[in-house]
């Protein structure tokens, strides 16, 4: 007997698995929140230069029918947003001409500091420590910084998770973003708010670690797609929270602590959580799961199997697992032989270029020209058919035809607005939220077919690769966009160049649908196939779909 026939005598998907599953996706929620915080928080309200009045209030700003200028205008006749004249000017009534020739007027970055407008946002981090013109590439270093606290937190607490288990984790994770998120919203200066943004990406890290971890392995095989889909769509509805918050909370200061204090809630009831009687197991405490398996069989009403389950009944019935833990694999095996340095290859450009090309999309939402919060909501509400057209592709036509075409389609839906008149808004943001999809539905692909393509032995291993990986292109992504300055197309060239390259490159793995999963390294380089008992079990793909869920957002 395996620990899912164990599982399935105390209870199955009994009332502690849902309660617990539930309790787990709550904060999901908000995990999804803080993600694609910066889009409100640093948003870039229209600004000019602050005019120093002094001198100007006594005198006349009208004479001889000649009016005074006192910022240069932009080509769209609004006032230019970092330039100031060095000396002042004046310019007929009803003319844009000024007294001099305007090509020979000197001109100087803002002196004296910027006026925002303030009717959308009251305040963000831009008008808190005028992050524009020479220090607006400081908007997208912040949020690279706190991508780079989500893939330190992945390898930090992580391996962590594996020492101490995914319970202890979990709780501190949730106490480390509820402190350093209330602690980011009184955050004194630009260098404090990095910092602690750092910190909210390692604790986001950790939830979704060991969130996935919990549910996989406390409910039965037979489930995991259904508790996985909670999960994902929890991640959808996250973004859908995020744009009502925001529309009703314009002080980016109450915004972060909006999403912050919840966690404290969450923080308080997680020590209700069971750790993982697996874990325990393996990691040489089979007593203490002795004692959690007790306590979810009485709570799922199985009193007498729990009064059936001994020290000695556990270690017999996970005697495999504990065989499997024996075995160690590294690294360096994902690449040992040549099939598997392609698959790596493949799957490493894969999540990257997906994360890439996502965070390029959702993080710049300003530059769609319509209501931020209308087209936050549009880019939430295009996952939920994204994911259901990707699962359904992905049973009927095969993995690989879906992850490549969804990669595909998402880069030339990217690269099609470098050619569409900026005056074409809803053409442009169309496009935008098709290629949001594609790769919404890139994502929900790829965990599945990354699982299925390693085998057993070193399948976490490949899943963690790719994660990485996804991360660093969540680092990457906003840098990119500083390219801008010097090509404003750049950009969207390297957001979609990128997924379309890897959607050539997933033409050299082999498909995997309705094949049996291997279990060695051996397997995948001899192409033998499993004993036939075990190809009727398929239960890693339904783990990799949890897998997926939590980190879709992340």
């Given amino acids: 007997m395996a620990f899912a026939d164990l599982l399935e005598k105390t209870g199955g998907m009994g009332r502690f698995q849902i309660t617990q599953v539930i309790l787990l996706c709550i904060p999901i929620l908000l995990t999804a929140s803080h993600n694609l915080l910066q889009n409100f928080s640093a948003a870039i309200p229209s600004h000019k230069c602050k005019i120093n009045y002094t001198g100007i209030l006594n005198s006349s700003s009208v004479r001889d029918g000649w009016v005074r200028v006192l910022s240069p205008l932009d080509e769209n006749g609004r006032p230019e947003s970092c330039l100031e004249f060095v000396e002042e000017q004046w310019r007929m009534v009803d003319s844009n001409s000024t007294f001099c020739n305007v090509s020979s007027v000197q001109t100087r970055e803002c002196m004296s500091g910027w006026e925002y407008n303030r009717d959308e946002f009251s305040s963000t981090i831009i008008t808190e420590w005028d992050l524009v013109c020479g220090r607006k590439n400081r908007r997208q270093l912040a949020q690279s910084i706190y991508m780079s606290g989500v893939l330190v937190g992945a390898i930090i607490l992580g391996g962590l998770s594996d020492r101490y288990g995914r319970r202890a984790l979990l709780i501190w994770s949730y106490f480390q973003i509820a402190v350093s998120g209330t602690c980011t919203a009184f955050s004194p200066n630009y260098l404090s708010y990095c910092v602690f943004r750092f910190l909210v990406g390692m604790a986001l890290s950790g939830i979704s670690i060991n969130t996935t971890a919990l549910i996989v392995e406390w409910v039965p095989t037979k489930v995991r797609t259904i508790t996985g889909t ?316 949890t897998t997926n869920s939590v980190h879709d957002v992340v």
């Fill in 230 to 545: 909670l999960a994902g769509y929890s991640c959808t509805v996250g973004q859908l929270i995020l744009a009502g918050l925001a529309y009703g909370i314009r002080d980016w200061r109450w915004l972060q602590l909006s999403v912050s204090l919840p966690f404290f809630m969450f923080f308080l009831y997680s020590w209700w959580y069971s750790e993982s009687a697996r874990w325990l197991v393996l990691s040489g405490n089979p007593t203490k799961a002795v004692s959690e398996m007790k306590r979810v069989a009485k709570y799922n009403g199985k009193e007498e199997e729990a009064d059936n389950i001994t020290l000695e009944s556990l270690k017999s019935d996970m005697m495999k697992e504990v065989a499997c833990a024996k075995t160690a694999y590294s690294v360096f095996h994902l690449v040992r032989t040549n099939i598997m340095l392609r698959i790596s290859c493949a799957m490493c450009c894969v999540w990257f270029s997906t994360s890439f090309a996502f965070y390029g999309l959702v993080m710049d939402l300003q530059n769609f020209g319509v209501s931020i919060y209308l087209i936050q909501v549009i880019f939430g509400a295009v996952d939920f058919p994204a994911k259901l057209i990707s699962t359904t592709c992905m049973i009927y036509i095969g993995r690989r035809i879906t992850q490549s075409f969804s990669l595909f389609l998402g880069g030339l839906a990217i690269l099609a607005n470098i050619f569409v008149p900026n005056d074409l808004q809803t053409l442009r943001t169309i496009l935008a939220v098709f290629g949001k999809g594609c790769l919404a539905a890139s994502f929900s692909c790829v965990s599945l077919y990354t699982t299925e393509l390693y085998p057993t032995v070193i399948r976490q291993s490949g899943l963690g690769l790719g994660s990485t990986m996804a991360r660093v292109g969540g680092i990457v992504a906003p840098l990119v966009k500083m390219l801008g300055d010097f090509y404003p197309s750049l950009p969207i060239v390297i957001y979609g160049g990128a997924p379309i390259i890897s959607g050539l490159l997933v033409y050299f793995l082999p498909e995997t649908v309705n094949k049996p999963l291997p279990d060695t390294i051996e397997e995948m380089v001899t192409g033998k196939k499993p004993h036939a008992e075990e190809q009727k079990k398929d239960t890693t793909p339904l783990k990799a779909v």
